[in-house]
């Protein structure tokens, strides 16, 4: 796919509920070893809260940083597992809810934890095309994990996202080159009307995220840049250990992968995960620094984009809530209580 | 039916009499206090302060599995007053006169197969560093 010019993030935004569980007090409950625990803790959303209106308030701050009218925008797309209707879009609600003009492209994207990064490709052609001048490409899960299964330790709740348009003075960054890879790869699923997802344990490593983020990488690569051109690199983050252990495989120095980690203190929020770890990059990166960013989606792909933060970038980031603003909002709940705030407890 | 009401249970746009300065939470040509047909559609503010708070313990249908959760008044700039659910903050932590945001939650829902009710709550604003 070619390089990219005149596409940028405007914008971006994140939300983070902020009840947390550690994963000892899963561990607890169900006789686990505390000794290789996948994250620290995870978010939990609360009774009131839901995709829905994650990614309202993520999209909100989104704009707010892009600093255009709501009326600008031209397409909302949200990717994400855990839509609360298996038909209506979440994505008119997000619409309606931030204001934007009933002249607009919407759809809900399914693609497991890459539907976010769906809606960047997506909103990316139409910016390209001028199609519209403005989108918004939102993640947001509240990710659904089987009681008593290894995903029950990782699976939160959360949202990102990214207000794109065409390049201008003083954007947040710009999106030099985006491309994907995909494979029929079953390594999780869930069918329809099941409540809970199913996976195919270690075969959810190797032949499937490993394989499909070093490959979208590999298009970076074979598209001239070089792995020190990145100051930063973000992957999905369906555990702490999978990230590092990727970028390992690549040759890319952890303290590249550290600053954007978020999944050791909030857990594996799905269609949110890689967008919320660029997001918390953008947080503290400095005009002309490079992020690398490879998402993944069980089924399976991997979408790749090389971001190059802009001249907007700190103004721009102070006007909405940071990453660690929400990771540090937490208050604790024990297993009972997480039950409780999930809808797990049924008579 | 909620939905008719979304912009004002979204984002708290309201129709105000510009004779009394009561508000309609729909769009209407007539004020319902005064009858003056001299109404403006005017964006409440997203902050507000806490005038006043009580837990509800005893919910109405629809609202069970909520229970007990804190519903106030909340007051903004303009002396507007409006009934809010509050969310994310315990009972014990709340104070009149503190400063609370707008944010979107879901409020109810018809069951397992009907629809999913969105709307206005508030909360203590995110600390930002």
């Not at chain 1, 540090?328 to 049924?346: C, F, M, P, T």
Request: hydrophobic share 40%.
């Amino acid at each position: 796919m070619p390089r990219l010019s005149g596409i940028a993030i405007h914008g971006y935004g994140v939300y983070i509920p902020m009840m947390r569980i550690k994963a000892s007090e899963i561990s607890r409950m169900w006789g686990g070893s505390d000794s290789e625990l996948p994250v620290i803790e995870k978010s939990v959303n609360n009774l009131d809260e839901d995709t829905v209106t994650m990614a309202i308030e993520a999209a909100s701050y989104a704009i707010a940083r892009a600093g255009i009218s709501p009326q600008k925008i031209g397409a909302v797309y949200v990717g994400s597992e855990s839509h609360p209707y298996a038909v209506k879009p979440t994505g008119t609600i997000v619409a309606e809810a931030i204001g934007v003009n009933s002249r607009l492209l919407s759809a809900d994207l399914e693609f497991a934890c890459k539907a976010g990064t769906e809606a960047m490709q997506l909103v990316m052609g139409l910016v390209a095309s001028g199609i519209i001048e403005f989108g918004l490409a939102i993640g947001a899960d509240t990710a659904q994990g089987r009681p008593g299964d290894a995903l029950e330790y990782t699976a939160a709740a959360g949202g990102a996202a990214f207000t794109i348009g065409r390049t201008s003075d003083s954007v947040v960054a710009e999106i030099e080159f985006a491309s994907s890879y995909v494979s029929d790869t079953p390594d999780f699923w869930r069918r329809s009307y099941e409540r809970y997802p199913m996976h195919a344990s270690r075969f959810t490593g190797a032949p499937a995220y490993f394989h499909h983020i070093v490959s979208s990488v590999k298009m970076v690569l074979d598209e001239g840049y070089s792995l020190n051109d990145f100051d930063y690199a973000v992957f999905h983050q369906p555990n702490t250990k999978f990230p590092f252990a990727v970028a390992k495989m690549l040759g890319i120095p952890p303290k590249k992968v550290e600053p954007g980690v978020v999944c050791n203190l909030v857990g594996n929020t799905y269609a949110a995960s890689s967008m919320l770890g660029v997001a918390k990059v953008l947080d503290q990166a400095k005009p002309g620094e490079r992020i690398l960013m490879a998402s993944y989606g069980s089924g399976a792909g991997s979408d790749v984009f090389v971001i190059r933060a802009g001249d907007g970038i700190s103004e721009k980031r102070a006007k909405a809530p940071l990453v660690t603003d929400f990771i540090e909002r937490k208050r604790y709940v024990d297993y009972s209580l997480y039950l409780r705030a999930r809808n797990k407890i049924r008579g | 039916m909620a939905w008719r009401h979304k912009r004002f249970r979204y984002r708290l746009v309201v129709w105000r009499c510009l004779n009394c300065g009561a508000f309609h939470h729909y769009e209407t040509s007539i004020c319902r206090r005064c009858r003056s047909n001299r109404i403006a559609e005017e964006l409440l503010p997203s902050r507000a302060k806490l005038v006043t708070f009580t837990a509800v313990k005893n919910p109405p249908a629809g609202f069970e599995s909520q229970a007990p959760y804190v519903v106030g008044i909340v007051e903004f700039e303009d002396g507007t007053r409006l009934l809010a659910g509050i969310t994310d903050c315990d009972y014990e932590e709340l104070k009149p006169s503190m400063e609370l945001e707008r944010v979107v939650r879901k409020l109810t829902q018809d069951g397992e197969s009907g629809l999913i009710i969105y709307g206005y709550k508030f909360r203590p604003p995110i600390k930002k560093h």
